[in-house]
C-alpha cells in the first residue's frame, strides 16, 4: 500500500527497493535477469567492435588486389586481421595458393572456418532469448499468484472487505507483468538487432568467398565468338 500511495500522489520511487518491497521475489527474479541480459549485450557490443563487424572496405579492397593478380598484398591486408570475414577469406586465400590442394577441398575447409566464425558471432544470443522468452512468463506467474493472494484477503475480510485493499493487491500483482514486459520488449528488440548485424556478416562473407573463388567471371564481357563457333559448323575443305 506504501508503494501505490507514493504512486498516486506523485512521489519519486526509488526503483530498485520500491520494486522488490512491491513486487517480492518474483520482481527480483526479473531484475536479475536485465542484469544478466544487459551483460551479454555488453559483450556482445564489445565483440562486435573488436572483430570491426559492418566494417568490409579492406575486405573487398584485398579481394581486388587478389583478382587483379597481386596475391602477396591481398593475403597481406587479411592475415592479421580479427574480423571474422577477414579471417575466413585468409583462409581461402592460402588454400588457392596451395598448388597441392584441390579446389574442392578448399572451399569445404572454408565452409567449415566460416561455419566456425558465424557460430562466435552468435555466442550468446541464445541467452537473450531465452530472457525474451522467460521475463513475459515470470511476470504473469508474479500477476496470477499476486491476484490469488488479493482474492483470499478478499474472502477472509467477508463482508468487511475494503475495496482499497483489494486495488492495492491487484496493482501489485499487476506490477510484476509490467515489470516482465519491461525486461522483454527493450532486450528483443536488440536480439534483432544484433541478428541482422550477423545476417549482413554472413551474406558479406559469402559474397566475398563466391568473388574469390569464381574470379567474379560475369562482370567481364566474353571474347567475341567467330560464326564458326556460334553455329558450330566446321568449313568444308576445298576440294581438289
Same mark, same amino acid.
Do not use: C
Given at each position: ?29 526479473? /531484475? ?16 562486435? #567492435? $573488436? ?5 568490409? $572496405? ?7 588486389? #587478389? ?11 587479411? $592475415? ?13 586465400? @592460402? ?11 578448399? $572451399? ?61 493487491? /491487484? #496493482? ?20 534483432? #538487432?544484433?541478428?541482422?548485424? /550477423? ?16 574470379? @567474379? ?18 568449313? /568444308?575443305?576445298?576440294?581438289?
Amino acid at each position: 500500500m506504501d508503494s501505490l500511495s507514493s504512486f498516486l500522489d506523485g512521489t519519486p520511487l526509488e526503483p530498485a527497493a520500491e520494486l522488490l518491497q512491491a513486487g517480492g521475489p518474483v520482481v527480483a527474479i526479473l /531484475i536479475g535477469l536485465s542484469v544478466f541480459a544487459m551483460t551479454i549485450i555488453f559483450v556482445k557490443l564489445l565483440q562486435f #567492435w $573488436r572483430l570491426g563487424a559492418g566494417r568490409h $572496405r579492406h575486405v573487398h579492397r584485398a579481394i581486388s588486389l #587478389w583478382l587483379a593478380g597481386d596475391q602477396a598484398q591481398a593475403y597481406e591486408m587479411l $592475415r592479421y586481421r580479427k574480423s571474422a570475414i577477414s579471417h575466413t577469406v585468409a583462409h581461402a586465400m @592460402r588454400g588457392l595458393k596451395n598448388l597441392h590442394a584441390r579446389n574442392g577441398h578448399v $572451399r569445404e575447409d572454408v565452409e567449415r572456418v566460416a561455419v566456425e566464425q558465424i557460430k562466435k558471432l552468435k555466442s550468446g544470443l541464445r541467452g537473450l532469448e531465452a530472457v525474451v522468452q522467460i521475463a513475459p512468463l515470470l511476470g504473469l506467474f508474479g500477476t496470477v499468484i499476486g491476484m490469488i493472494g488479493a482474492f483470499q484477503a478478499l474472502q477472509s475480510a467477508g463482508s468487511q472487505a475494503d475495496p482499497a485493499v483489494l486495488a492495492g493487491g /491487484i #496493482w501489485v500483482a499487476l506490477l510484476t507483468t509490467a515489470v516482465g514486459l519491461a525486461v522483454a520488449i527493450p532486450v528483443s528488440f536488440i536480439l534483432y #538487432w544484433f541478428e541482422s548485424i /550477423i545476417e549482413h556478416e554472413r551474406l558479406t562473407m559469402e559474397s566475398a568467398l563466391t568473388s574469390l573463388f569464381t574470379g @567474379r567471371i560475369t562482370e567481364h564481357e566474353p571474347e567475341a565468338a567467330s560464326a564458326d563457333n556460334i553455329t558450330g559448323i566446321r568449313p /568444308i575443305a576445298n576440294a581438289g
